[in-house]
Structure formats: structure tokens, C-alpha cells
């Protein structure tokens, strides 16, 4: 994919200073053929001429992954010791012959244990995430989101270009809640404002939006002036108050496991007699409570994507799941979109974030769409009632 949207000469990766490699000790050669053995059930070759084969260029790179996985992986690529023409393609074939399995470290087990028995979510820590990734600037994210900023997943039913498709995803999300002029609703983790904004106009709602961020409350104060829309930076367990409807979208994935049934019990406690629910969340297919070292440290610090069996565990007896949608494919097309948009800015955001930035964002844009591609990640929409529909629930698509 990367090799349609960039010269090669121009490649994030290949933008690196090039390092001869290390004078070959036997340990060192040792650690290339033991890599290579593994990159090989992958299909993917070392120094190997098509695109997604990778490039070496510090030899290091097999030590630091060898001793930290998907964290040295990561942060190697960052620093410009290998690169991909085609990351994405890369990575894709290592997710698909699940290779991030087969190097596991301590530094993977301990932060898999964290994620299973401490609650990282809580207190303090919940607003972790808002203040090291939502606040990093909305000149970032207004450059990769396109006209509207909406950080999830678009609806690419019908669509045909980026912003089509998040509109669309915003029209599904009101016809499902069954929106219509005079109902007051709640956004949990309304980021900057433009899923509320969108209601308000089209379907004639009241609203208030919650956020941990400062720069996303800011500004979705901004957007949505002039219309009956609230926005508050407040942590979701505060909410004792009444909502026709309640939905939230690409916050659940920052909930935690330990806190499933309490946000459940939040959006309970809130929606009417009658209302409807929709949760809009990433889902994966992998055992519950394993993030990503490299995801946590550098991009959504106390993050934690849930399967189905914990969504499923946290609804029983609050709940009738309505619907389970499942567009996750969509994903990969919409951070294509996102990439193209990063790169083509660069020039302008280059004069704020440095090269080291630049590739992070690019690995980290690349892995999410292999997560995607190889199905590891889905992306779900779940409508709830609380005791049900009467006569039934009839689907929009």
C-alpha cells in the first residue's frame, strides 16, 4: 500500500541516515540467521528487493528485538535502524504468520499481568491517555482526519472518499439510536465534538460531551457554539443524569477490563425508559488483556482493546444487545486515508514534530492496519436497550 502513496526516495523509513552494519561478531550473525528463519515463515526477506522486505541498516535491530520484541521492533524502526518499503505489507505478513507470538519477553509477560490485575484506568491514570495522545496537537489531527475531526473507524458501505465515509458512520450512529428533534443525548468520549455537532444539526438533539482532554474539550466547545450542546471534561463515572440516548465512539477502548461492568453501569443508570445505546468500539480476536508493549508505551499508555467474551461478561444483566455490527475490514481503508493525509502534510507539520515522530506515527498507522487487514482487530457497533425493544429491533445498515 505505502509503495502507491510515496516515491521510495521519500519514504519515512528510508528518510533515515542509512548506518553500514556492525562488524559481524558470531553472536550478531547468529541473531541474522535466527531472524531470518523466522521472517522467512513470514515470506519476508532480509535485505531482500521487493517491498515489503526489510531493510537493514544497524544490525543491532535483531539484538534489541530479540531482547524486547514487539517494543524493540518498534522503537528500532523509530530510530531508523531497518525499514520497509511497504510497512504496511510488512507487518501484515508478521501479524499473519504470527510471529509477534513466537518473540515474547518479559517486559511483554509483565505488562500483559498489569493489564489483567491492576486497574490502570482509574483515578489519575484515566486521564494518562488524554493528556500523552489526545493532547498532542490538533494541528496533527486536524491534518490526518480530514474536514471532520473523527478519530474511529469510517462507514464505507456506499463511500467512496474519507470524509463521505465518516459521515456516513455518524448518520448510521444517530438511526440507530432512532435520534429525532427534542431528545437529549450523551457522548462518552466525545473527542472534538463533530459526532455531537452532527446530531444536533441533522437531527434537531440536545447533547452533552465528555472528554479527558483539554485540547479536544477546547475545541469541541468551539465547533459546537451556537447549538444546545454542553462539553465537559469529566470522567465518565460521574454521569448521574438523564439521557433519551447515550452512544460512544473509539472511547470504550480506553475503559479498561477491570472497568467494563462500571461504565455499563454508568450508561444504565443514565439512558430513560425507552432509549437506546451504541457503543462503537475496536474488538479483537486475540485472548483478553494483551496490549501491545510498543502500543502502550508510545501511543495509548493504559489502553486495552476488549474481546468478546469481556464485552459480552459486562453486559450480562444490564443489557439486551439490540444489534452486533461488525464493519472491522472498513478500518484498513480508513487509515490508508489517514496516512495519505499524514504524509501529505508533512511538509507543514514537519515544522512542530521531528523524523523520530514522524516514523513512530507512520509504525504506528502501519501496524493498526495490519491489526485490520489480518482480521486480529474488528471494529464493532453495538445498539443496546435495557429491556428490550418492544416488537423487536429493526436493523439500519
Known sequence: MSGLLHPRNSHPASSAPARSPQAGSRRAQRLREAAGRLLAAADVRIDGTRDCDLQVHDERVFERVFAHGSLGFGESYMDGDWSARDLPGLLTRLLRARLDERVRTFGTLLLWAQARFLNLQRGRRAYVVGQRHYDLGNDLFAAMLG?????SCGYWAEASDLDAAQEAKLD????????????RVLDIGCGWGEALKFAAERYGVRGVGITISREQADHASALCAGLPVEIRLQDYRELREPFDAVFSIGMFEHVGARNYRTYFDVVRRCLAPGGLSLLHTIGSNQPPNRPDPWIARYIFPNSQV????QAAAALESRFVVEDWHNFGADYDRTLQ????????????LSQRYDERFRRMWWFYLSASAAAFRTRRNQLWQLTLSAEGVPGGYRVPR
Open 306 to 309: 476488549p474481546s468478546m467474551r
Open 147 to 151: 474536514r471532520r475531526l473523527v478519530y
Open 172 to 183: 448510521l450512529v444517530c438511526r440507530k439510536l432512532r435520534l429525532r428533534p427534542g431528545l
Open 337 to 348: 486515508a489517514w496516512m495519505a493525509n499524514f504524509e501529505a502534510a508533512w511538509p507543514r
